[in-house]
C-alpha cells in the first residue's frame, strides 16, 4: 500500500494496467463476477475476460457485485495506517453501480478524510480520471483538488463503444436512454456512448465493418486538436482490436505526443454487461 499524505483509490472496472496503478500509487478495490453459482473477484488470480465470454457464450448466468462498504472502510482503514493523511477515492458511475454509494458510506467512518467521486464514466475514462488525481497527489495537492483533477478529465473524456448486440445491456439493466434501439432494432449494430453516467445510443449502423470504421472516424473526431490518451479496449475480439489501435496510432500520432495507444482486454465486470465482440475507445484529452 502506497504512503504519503494523499492516496488515490478506485476500482477494478478502471481497467488499469496493474503497472500504471503501481506507478502511480493507486490502490484498486476488486467488483465481484458471478458466473453460476462462483463468485470470483475481478483481476488476477480472479475473474478473466475469457471466462466471463465463455459464460456469455455457453448462456451460463453471469452477474456482477459491488465491492461493500464494509470492503471500502477496510482499504480505507489500511490506507490511513500505511501513512495516507486524506483518500481521494474515483469510481464508476454512480447510475451504473452501487460502487460509489459504498465508497460515500465508508468515507463516513474512516479514520482519515475521503473525498468519494464519481466519475460518471465507465471503464479506463474512470482509470485515467484516477491517473490525474494522482498526478495532483504527487505534486503535493490537496484532496480536494485531486478529486477536481479526476472530475475535470472524467467530464472532458470519450467514451466510445459498439457491441454486436445490445441484448447483454438489456439483461443487467445498464442500457438506459439506449433501450429506445431494443425490439425490432436489436439486429441492428449500434454505437454508444456514457452521457451524463449513462449509456446512450449515438448512432445506428447496418453491419459491423461500417460500424467499427464509424466509431474510428468518431474517435478521431473527439480527440480534435488537443493532446490526449487513447486507449482501445475489446472482447473477445483481439484482432479486430489490434487492427483499430493501429489505425488510431497513425491518425492521432501528432496528438499522442509519442505515448501509445493501450489496447487491453475490457474487465470481466464490464465485460459480462456487453457481451463478446464489444470494441471500445476512450479519448481522455490532457491538462495543458
Known amino acids: 500500500m502506497p504512503t504519503g499524505r494523499t492516496v488515490v483509490v478506485t476500482d477494478s472496472t478502471a481497467s488499469l494496467p496493474a503497472e500504471v496503478a503501481a ?3 493507486i490502490v484498486v478495490v476488486p467488483l465481484q463476477v458471478v458466473i453460476g453459482a462462483e463468485v470470483h473477484d475481478e483481476g488476477e488470480g480472479g475473474a478473466t475476460p475469457e471466462m466471463v465470454a465463455a459464460a456469455l457464450k455457453s448462456f451460463t448466468p453471469v452477474s456482477t457485485s459491488r465491492p461493500s462498504p464494509g470492503v471500502m472502510a477496510e482499504v480505507y482503514e489500511r490506507a490511513a495506517a500505511d501513512g495516507a493523511t486524506e483518500i481521494v477515492s474515483v469510481h464508476i458511475s454512480g447510475d451504473m453501480s452501487g460502487t460509489f454509494e459504498s465508497a460515500q458510506l465508508a468515507a463516513r467512518s474512516a479514520p482519515v478524510p475521503v473525498v468519494a467521486v464519481d466519475s460518471r464514466q465507465v471503464g479506463v475514462a474512470t482509470g485515467y480520471a484516477a491517473v490525474a488525481a494522482a498526478e495532483v497527489a504527487a505534486r503535493g495537492g490537496s484532496a480536494a483538488e485531486a478529486a477536481e483533477a479526476a472530475s475535470v478529465r472524467a467530464e472532458a473524456s470519450s467514451s466510445l463503444f459498439y457491441v454486436d448486440t445490445l441484448e447483454y445491456l438489456r439483461r443487467g439493466g445498464r442500457i438506459g436512454a439506449a433501450a429506445a434501439l431494443l425490439g425490432g432494432a436489436l439486429a441492428v449494430k449500434p454505437l454508444l ?13 447496418r453491419t459491423s ?80
Do not use: Q
Open 209 to 288: 465493418s461500417r460500424a467499427i470504421s464509424r466509431l474510428e472516424e468518431l474517435a478521431v473526431e473527439a480527440a480534435a486538436d488537443r493532446p490526449v490518451d487513447v486507449c482501445v479496449a475489446h472482447l473477445a475480439s483481439p484482432d479486430r482490436a489490434a487492427a483499430l489501435t493501429a489505425r488510431l496510432a497513425e491518425r492521432l500520432a501528432d496528438r499522442l505526443e509519442g505515448r501509445d495507444v493501450w489496447c487491453g482486454e475490457l474487465g470481466a465486470v464490464l465485460g459480462a454487461h456487453v457481451g463478446p465482440g464489444m470494441l471500445a475507445v476512450c479519448v481522455a484529452p490532457r491538462s495543458s
Open 23 to 25: 506507478e502511480h500509487g
Open 193 to 205: 456512448t456514457i452521457a451524463d453516467g449513462r449509456v446512450e445510443s449515438l448512432e445506428r449502423v
